[in-house]
């Protein structure tokens, strides 16, 4: 299926914090417009893995790329250039809590982009519409539930055009109903083609909407494959166990 | 012996004025240091937060009327002779510098670390982080302590007294010298700073109330 020049390269990365090894010699690719779902226990290394693609951690051996910058570095040129082509959403949404939402979105196409005021509304404007929260423009983050918080801040992260949208557990902190309409957008996302890592507890739309699930274990990659083979047949106990017990 | 009369009262009054002034010469030179030590104290570079601690804590470990003795005798000595009232608001300034700065780092490390993260991924520098993320909301944070901070400054300018300042305190002592009403005197004294003091106290707890009810 990769049949295009991988997007996102992860070549035996090896992060360490103090004592602790969290990944241990991780890698794979995801091609242009592949949907790739993370999942793992707790303390299998999958959050700490995407942190690392996002650039916000160092590591400690290895290599990242990302659209062809080198991530991993900091202070490195290609780190200002990654920020352009790679949008990051949290689990804890992270809006900024004292600006509207639409400023929320512009802040960074008025400082970064440098687009005026205007364009900046404009494209607050399409974006907030792909997510389906056109009436809240000028609501205040703690005005909103969790899961529009969330559409919010992946609105904010697609209005800066990125090529690779990173998900850190976004539904993990939000109900069931909520969940449902976070996953929504990001299925729509996925169908509009965008490329996408997402670390997930939901199985049910990692089986969906995933082209390639990564399971990670010990800090390691212990079994990855196209999402359908993948659940169907598992090769190892460690998936089997971990696919039984998220059902 | 003069008997006390309303002259008397209304000099009080214009020099609860220089108190006033001296106030607010340590608050403003306060926070523009204060802000900067506040700045340092947070930087990414080492040897920057120990310039910053150093000076909090040599500041936090000195009497302000120690650091009033130098900047006015010391300084003197030395040949730079400094009038009162400049001596005492660089004194001030200095003092104020570093409570406000230890204040405000607080409230800049209040701000969650995700914010930085939320941030950095946007692509926003360094400096953009701090003018329209952090520091926004650090403000908000810093509001209650930073009036309560303003009570003390108003109370401990009265020290300007024994450089030479005519401030309150000090035209208190001098219309006592020629009246000797100490009670009288230095009880309208008191009621002066109070007055000047309880609105700010008001301030700063329903600032409190409100930063605590809202987001």
């Known amino acids: ?247 | 012996m003069i008997q006390l009369n309303a002259n008397h009262f209304i000099y009080l009054l214009q020099a609860a004025t220089w108190t006033l002034l001296l106030s607010l010469i340590a608050f403003v030179g306060g926070s523009i240091v204060g802000l900067a030590v506040a700045l340092l104290r947070v930087s990414r570079v080492r040897a920057l937060r120990a310039l910053a601690s150093g000076y909090i804590q040599l500041i936090q470990g000195t009497p302000l009327l120690i650091i009033l003795f130098l900047s006015y005798f010391g300084l003197g000595i030395m040949g730079y002779k400094l009038v009162p009232i400049v001596a005492a608001g660089l004194s001030l300034t200095f003092y104020a510098a570093a409570f406000l700065g230890e204040i405000w780092r607080g409230c800049i490390e209040a701000v969650p670390k995700t914010q930085w993260e939320a941030s950095d991924c946007l692509g926003l520098n360094r400096f953009q982080q701090y003018a329209y993320v952090v520091l926004p909301q650090a403000v908000k944070l810093a509001i209650p302590p930073t009036v309560g901070f303003m009570v003390q400054i108003v109370k401990n300018t009265s020290l300007a007294s024994v450089i030479g300042f005519v401030e309150l305190a000090r035209a208190g002592q001098i219309v006592n010298n020629s009246t000797f009403e100490p009670f009288v005197i230095f009880i309208v004294v008191a009621a002066i700073y109070f007055a000047l003091c309880y609105p700010l106290s008001l301030a700063a707890r329903a600032l409190e109330r409100k930063a605590h009810a809202g987001r």
């Open chain 1, 1 to 247: 299926m990769p049949a295009a020049e991988p997007i996102v390269q992860i070549k035996n990365v090896v992060k360490e914090f103090g004592p602790l090894r969290v990944l241990d010699g991780v890698g794979f690719d995801v091609a242009p417009g592949q949907v790739a779902a993370i999942v793992g226990r707790s303390g299998s290394g999958k959050s700490t893995l995407l942190r690392c693609i996002a650039g916000l951690e160092t590591v400690q051996g290895g290599s990242i790329s990302v659209c062809g910058h080198d991530v991993g570095r900091p202070g490195s040129a290609a780190r200002a250039q990654l920020r352009r082509d790679v949008g990051m959403v949290f689990q804890s949404y992270n809006l900024f809590p004292h600006l509207t939402v639409e400023r929320n979105i512009t802040l960074a196409l008025t400082l970064v982009k440098k687009q005026s005021r205007d364009e900046a509304n404009a494209k607050a404007a399409e974006v907030l519409a792909m997510v389906g929260l056109t009436d809240k423009r000028t609501a205040y983050p703690e005005q909103l539930s969790g899961g529009q918080q969330q559409r919010v801040a992946i609105a904010r992260s697609l209005a800066l055009q990125p090529q690779v949208m990173l998900f850190d557990e976004v539904t993990s902190a939000l109900d069931p109903e909520l969940t449902a309409e976070v996953l929504a957008v990001m299925e729509d996302l996925a169908r509009r083609g965008m490329t996408m890592i997402t670390v997930t507890h939901e199985m049910g739309f990692a089986r969906r909407v995933a082209d390639l699930v990564v399971f990670m274990h010990k800090g390691k990659v212990w079994e990855i494959g196209p999402t359908a083979e993948l659940f169907a047949q598992p090769k190892t106990a460690e998936f089997s166990q971990f696919v039984a017990s998220e059902l």
